[in-house]
C-alpha cells in the first residue's frame, strides 16, 4: 500500500503520542469499520453523513441512488472528511475530569471520483457485499446493468490519511489512587446476533455459513 500523505490537516495538535500515519493500522480500522460518515459543505451548509463503505486497495467505494444528494456532491467535486471510528472500551477512572474511552479511528480528506467502468462498478459493488460478510458476493445476484445505471459509486483516495488511537487503562492522579472506587476499562465491541430468516425465504434454504458464524459473532 502507498504510504499516506502527512500534512497539516492529518498532523494531530494535542496527545500527538496517539497519532498514526502507517498504512497497517490505517487499513486495519477501515477493514474492521462497517459505516463511515462523510463530510461535506453544499449550499453553504456542512453536512455529515453516516454511509457503508469498503476498502479496495488504496481506495474506499461509497455508493448510493444515483440521485443521492451526498453523492453528486461529492461527485461534482467537493473536498470532503471521511471518518471511521471503532468503539474498544469504556475508560472508567476514579475522577470525573480522567473518564475517557478506548478507540481506533481513521481521518480521510480529498475528492472523490466518479467510478464509471462497468467492469470497477461490479468490483465496488462485490467490495461492499464482501465488506459486510465475507464471501456474500459469490451467492447474491450481481447488479443488473439497469441497476448499475441508477446507482452512483464514487471512489475515494487514501492519501490524505492519519490514525488516533487511545488504549490502556485510566490515567488518574496520583493523589486519587487511594480513593476507594473502583477504576478500569469496560470492553465495548460490534457484534452480529443469530441470523434471522427473511419471511419470504424459500423453505429449505439453509443459512450461509458467513451469516451464521458472521466474523463478528461472539466465539
Not at 102 to 114: E, H, K, P, Q, T
Request: hydrophobic share 45%.
Amino acid at each position: 500500500m502507498v504510504a499516506p500523505t502527512v500534512t497539516d490537516r492529518t498532523t494531530l495538535r494535542r496527545r500527538r503520542d496517539r497519532g498514526v500515519h502507517e498504512s497497517a493500522v490505517i487499513d486495519a480500522v477501515l477493514d474492521e469499520g462497517l459505516m463511515c460518515h462523510v463530510g461535506f459543505t453544499a449550499g453553504g451548509s456542512p453536512f455529515v453523513v453516516p454511509m457503508a463503505f469498503a476498502r479496495v486497495g488504496d481506495d474506499l467505494y461509497l455508493h448510493g441512488a444515483a440521485a443521492n444528494r451526498t453523492l453528486r456532491a461529492l461527485a461534482a467535486g467537493a473536498e470532503a472528511c471521511v471518518t471511521v471510528t471503532l468503539l474498544d472500551g469504556l475508560v472508567l477512572a476514579r475522577a470525573a475530569f480522567h473518564h475517557s474511552m478506548n478507540y481506533r479511528s481513521v481521518m480521510l480528506f480529498g475528492r472523490a471520483s466518479r467510478v464509471v467502468d462497468e467492469e470497477e462498478q461490479l468490483l465496488a459493488s462485490a467490495a461492499l457485499l464482501d465488506h459486510m460478510a465475507p464471501g456474500r458476493s459469490a451467492d447474491a445476484r450481481p447488479p443488473a446493468p439497469a441497476e448499475l445505471r441508477s446507482t452512483l459509486i464514487l471512489r475515494f483516495p487514501i492519501a490524505e490519511a492519519s490514525a488516533k488511537v487511545r488504549t490502556g487503562p485510566p490515567v488518574d492522579d496520583p493523589g486519587d489512587l487511594t480513593l476507594p472506587t473502583w477504576a478500569g476499562v469496560v470492553p465495548v465491541g460490534l457484534v452480529a446476533g443469530t441470523p434471522v430468516d427473511d419471511p419470504d425465504l424459500l423453505a429449505g434454504t439453509p443459512v450461509p455459513g458467513y451469516a451464521a458464524d458472521h466474523p463478528r459473532r461472539p466465539r
